[in-house]
Antibody
Framework: EVQLVESGGGLVKPGGSLRLSCAASGFTFSRYSMHWIRQAPGKGLEWVSSISSSSDYIFYADSVKGRFTISRDNAKNSLYLQMNSLRAEDTAVYYC?????????????WGQGTLVSVSS | EIVLTQSPGTLSLSPGERATLSCRASQSVSSSYLAWYQQKPGQAPRLLIYATSSRATGIPDRFSGSGSGTDFTLTISTLEPEDFAVYYCQQYGSPRYSFGQGTKLEIK
């Protein structure tokens, strides 16, 4: 069974940093792209960042470009999101997700999410 | 960036009724790359439909998807109590993925 477990969320002051992790199991992690998606309280889903299986291709939403860095460690079956210069509008539940093939596939499954709160 | 607009924002129906949810794209989306997700309170989204009309594993056949170009539809033929949730469309053909703002399906 595919499992994705996010961690690292918490309360941080504006301008601060946080590093999220996503531990993957139940599939061959190194074969598939990985993704971060966030959801602000009471709001919809927003794609944040994606990384290809071998880290050759990385994409960011404009809202986080230059502040967030996605990375992965295929030896540890782990995905990361380094978040710097955090703003109040970054407050959200952050989900990691994968896909079920190479190429363009929908996000499936998703982790349970980790809450990031940015407040003074 | 492809912008997806869902309508209506909220849909109030009763169990047993038929639900029709719309997703309109700002530019043409390949039908191979349009998905629908269901999200219940406190839960992560779950994939329902991919490639416009293919049901994900374990999804009941009362859920169906259709459409092409810029107009896509999710239909729930006969609403069950567990279907009341928020539904999102998504395009995944471009690496700058985008979601619609969601349609809340509530019990009337």
């Amino acid at each position: 069974e595919v499992q994705l477990v996010e961690s690292g969320g918490g309360l941080v002051k504006p301008g601060g940093s946080l590093r999220l992790s996503c531990a993957a199991s139940g599939f061959t992690f190194s074969r598939y792209s990985m993704h971060w998606i966030r959801q602000a309280p009471g709001k919809g889903l927003e794609w944040v960042s994606s990384i290809s299986s071998s880290s050759d291709y990385i994409f960011y939403a404009d809202s986080v470009k230059g502040r967030f860095t996605i990375s992965r460690d295929n030896a540890k079956n782990s995905l990361y999101l380094q978040m710097n210069s955090l703003r109040a509008e970054d407050t959200a539940v952050y989900y990691c997700s994968t896909v079920k093939g190479s190429g363009s596939y929908p996000f499936d499954p998703w982790g349970q999410g980790t809450l990031v709160s940015v407040s003074s | 960036e492809i912008v997806l607009t869902q309508s209506p924002g909220t849909l109030s129906l009763s169990p047993g009724e038929r639900a029709t949810l719309s997703c309109r794209a700002s530019q043409s989306v390949s039908s191979s790359y349009l998905a629908w997700y269901q999200q219940k309170p406190g839960q992560a989204p779950r994939l329902l439909i991919y490639a416009t009309s293919s049901r994900a594993t374990g999804i009941p056949d009362r859920f169906s998807g259709s459409g092409s170009g810029t107009d896509f539809t999710l239909t729930i033929s006969t609403l069950e109590p567990e279907d009341f949730a928020v539904y999102y469309c998504q395009q995944y053909g471009s690496p700058r993925y985008s979601f619609g703002q969601g349609t809340k399906l509530e019990i009337k």
